[in-house]
């Protein structure tokens, strides 16, 4: 799995935008970028994820860099429930695992940044 | 539908001991995949499940090992207990899709 880069810690205020940065400099064609955090003692949560192209759910955004070589996490309005250690994972995904005959369920999780919400 | 479980959620074992952990996908998924997470290590891979067939395994000792039943209910085996394999031992499933994985609360081990 390619490496990724992240900061090891980041604080914001509640109710305003975080922005969280991940390097992959060595991300091939294939990779998908994945977010996923974990909360004070419970396992981690999918956030987002994404090929090429920016991307959007309810709990956040996911803008990709033209070179793919980075990505930025956006939680629009911070809230304490955000507080958690942020993970960026590149994982590649083979062209059987849409063929519902094999899975391949390995993360490859860094250090993460661990951010922090002040009231 | 109901989220992944994990039983026990806190376990304590001496040296040389063995222990297995279990764990219950979220219905209809059929990949279980397991993590251990240590302060030092943070979150390693161990095995991932599918169909009740061994897809595929991280790097850790033989004394490690898993199973997957026809119901896609899963338990981890961990022998020969060692100080070191204290840890929260998390388990995640998905049905199929390659993006989204849904992780259980963990179990906490302390081997003593």
């Known amino acids: 799995d390619a490496k990724t880069t992240q900061p090891n810690s980041m604080e914001s205020n509640e109710e305003e935008p975080v922005h969280l940065p991940c390097n992959h400099s060595?991300?091939?064609?294939?990779?998908?970028i994945h977010w996923y955090r974990q909360l004070p003692s419970q396992g981690p949560e999918y956030v987002i994820h994404?090929?090429?192209s920016n991307v959007n759910n309810r709990m956040a955004s996911l803008a990709i860099a033209e070179d793919r070589k980075s990505s930025t996490l956006i939680l629009h309005r911070a809230t304490l429930r955000d507080a958690a250690v942020y993970y960026c994972?590149?994982?590649?995904?083979?062209?059987?695992?849409?063929?519902?005959?094999?899975?391949?369920?390995?993360?490859?999780f860094g250090q993460g940044t661990i951010l922090t919400v002040h009231p | 539908k109901a989220g992944v479980t994990q039983t026990p959620r806190y376990l304590i074992k001496t040296r040389g001991q063995q222990v297995t952990l279990s764990c219950s996908p979220i219905?209809?998924?059929?990949?279980v995949s397991w993590y251990q997470q240590t302060p030092g290590q943070g979150l390693q891979f161990l095995f991932e499940?599918?169909?009740?067939?061994?897809?595929n395994k991280g790097n850790f000792p033989g004394r490690f090992s898993g199973r997957q039943f026809s119901n896609s209910r899963s338990e981890m085996n961990v022998s020969t207990l060692e100080l070191g394999d204290s840890a929260l031992y998390l388990c995640?499933?998905?049905?199929?899709?390659?993006?989204?994985?849904?992780f259980g609360p963990g179990t906490r081990l302390t081997v003593t």
């Open positions: 995640a499933s998905k049905f199929g899709s390659p993006y989204e994985q849904y």
């Open positions: 060595t991300i091939s064609g294939t990779d998908y």
């Open positions: 994404g090929l090429t």
């Open positions: 994972i590149l994982r590649d995904t083979p062209s059987s695992e849409y063929t519902g005959g094999t899975s391949y369920g390995k993360l490859t």
């Open positions: 219905s209809g998924h059929r990949s």
């Open positions: 499940y599918f169909s009740e067939t061994q897809r």
